[in-house]
Nanobody, 121 residues
Framework: QVQLVESGGGLVQAGGSLRLSCAASGRISSINYMRWYRQAPGKQRELVAGITNTDNTDYADSVKGRFTISRDNAKNTVYLQMNSLKPSDTAAYYC???????????????WGQGTQVTVSS
């Protein structure tokens, strides 16, 4: 019913920048929240940043001041601007969205397939 497609991952040197995008499509009435998670090998998935439909944002302490989350409601797209990247930011990054499906009042969570970010030292 809803698809999330991430893009923008890649290999970058420490101190560099990347911008991730996640576009939602399908039977979308509205999107309540959009979030970025990441998962490094051998570690649990962790919340990196989130943004609500009223543009309230939240960040993990480890990325505050370096990452910025934003959204384009007209395009159902969320972005994650990542600056001053560190090797510890290396992970697969996943988009997550809380979506109200068209013609329903149900809020459901959806996940993208992930995009890899690798930061070399």
């Amino acid at each position: 019913q809803v698809q999330l497609v991430e893009s923008g991952g890649g290999l970058v040197q420490a101190g560099g920048s990347l911008r991730l995008s996640c576009a939602a499509s399908g039977r979308i009435s509205s999107i309540n929240y959009m979030r970025w998670y990441r998962q490094a090998p051998g570690k649990q998935r962790e919340l990196v940043a989130g943004i609500t439909n009223t543009d309230n944002t939240d960040y993990a302490d480890s990325v505050k001041g370096r990452f910025t989350i934003s959204r384009d409601n007209a395009k159902n797209t969320v972005y994650l601007q990542m600056n001053s990247l560190k090797p510890s930011d290396t992970a697969a990054y996943y988009c997550n969205a809380g979506v109200i499906i068209t013609d329903t009042a149900r809020l459901r969570g959806y996940w993208g397939q992930g995009t890899q970010v690798t930061v070399s030292s």
